[in-house]
């Protein structure tokens, strides 16, 4: 599967935010999307998933305009999870989790036994089964946000577009939900687009980067091409170093540790 973005324009009403992105996301690949707050991440991400109009240019599934798609065709094979947030009804955690097969049911069909097994395993694989009874409107924010991970999971989707999935969670579920998405890339070939405000995260963990400048300019490439001392001082006006270290484990790593003059 190849999802390809052709130079695209994307924005609200007729004002665009962002303008002339073209990138690729394959099967097997991490693409982290990074840039201060207000560079149109989100904007972009919405208008993959057309919930907003596409300005200009072209968005593809194995070289098939998706324009006409249904919703419902795409929901099949491109999943979302949105930034943790509080939906208007107190659903169960494990109903929030089932709806994530929505896209794969017959047009007024409802959960087999077989999608309410995916959804039990989707929340057994985020080790959150604890809370499948609890009421999504009454769990923490960083539990919400491994519940619509777990969603997204049980849409078994061949293309994962996350938004900011790790920002209301903990250190110790930040590298968790990290290593399963990576491990997810690695073994069953998902292609995942997701973005994040940390630079350690995608240097750790991505294949390929995206950053997004205050200039709306837009670098793409390996992790450690992308992610410069230049591009972090310019972008977020902070001095930062990169130092390339290696893990007790013997991995080879870079790391970016920002400092002040001052200290
Ligand atoms: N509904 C909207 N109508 C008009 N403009 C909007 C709307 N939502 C966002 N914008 C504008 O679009 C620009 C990009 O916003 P967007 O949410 O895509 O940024 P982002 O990179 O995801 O930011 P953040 O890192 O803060 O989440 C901002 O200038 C914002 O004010």
Excluded at 54 to 61: C, E
Excluded at 74 to 83: E, S
């Amino acid at each position: 599967m190849i999802l390809e973005i052709d130079d695209i324009t994307c924005g609200y009403g007729s004002k665009p935010v962002i303008s002339g992105v073209s990138f690729e996301i394959k099967s097997g690949e991490f693409l982290c999307l990074l840039g201060p707050n207000g560079a149109g991440k989100t904007t972009l991400f919405k208008t993959i998933l057309r919930l907003l109009k596409l300005q200009s240019g072209r968005i593809s599934l194995d070289g098939e305009n998706i324009e006409n798609w249904s919703r419902r065709r795409f929901a099949a094979r491109v999943g979302y999870v949105p930034q943790a947030h509080t939906p208007p009804f107190p659903f169960k955690v494990v109903d929030v989790v089932a709806m994530g097969r929505a896209a794969h049911l017959s047009m007024f069909g409802s959960p087999t036994c077989i999608d309410l097994e995916i959804a039990e395993q989707a929340l057994d694989t985020l080790a959150i089964s604890y809370l499948r009874n609890s009421i999504y409107t009454e769990i923490s924010g960083g539990e919400r946000q491994l519940v619509l991970i777990a969603r997204a999971l049980a849409q078994q989707p061949e293309i994962l577009i996350m938004d900011e999935p790790t920002s209301n969670l903990d250190f110790g579920n930040q590298i968790r939900v990290l290593e399963y998405i990576k491990k997810l890339v690695n073994e069953s070939g998902i292609g995942v687009i997701m973005t994040t405000h940390y630079p350690n995260h995608a240097l750790f963990y991505a294949s390929k980067v995206m950053a997004l400048g205050r200039d709306g300019i837009f670098s793409i490439g390996l992790p450690g091409q992308v992610i410069t001392e230049d591009y972090l001082r310019q972008t977020y006006g902070v001095s930062v170093q990169i130092i390339e270290s290696e893990l007790k484990n013997g991995s080879e790593v870079q790391v970016c540790i920002p400092f002040a003059a001052n200290i």
